[in-house]
């Protein structure tokens, strides 16, 4: 059974198989990304419109796009601070790994 598991590539194509693999992760990678981007954006849509538009109508009054304004940058300047405390955080550990 260990034998289905390897591979009878032989060793010349093994650059070409590696480069393969990290371009097949990181589109993997940039699909995450893409994904995570969009979950936030449907998050704080979801979140702010129902903090700021309590009376949805046709348009949105000053007031509303004050408030949605205001609650988007908060969300953004909340997540960035997430992001760069997790990235130190994930870094620090492989380094001491």
Known sequence: MS??????????????????????????????????????MNKTNEKCFAKCVTKPSSSLSSTEETCLTRCLQRYMEAFNIVSKTYTARISKERETS
Not at 5 to 19: C, E, H
């Open 3 to 40: 034998d289905f598991f390897k591979t009878s590539v032989p060793s010349s194509t093994s650059p070409d198989l590696a480069a393969r693999k990290e371009a097949v992760m990181n589109s993997v990678r940039s699909e995450i990304a893409l994904a995570n981007a969009q979950e936030l």
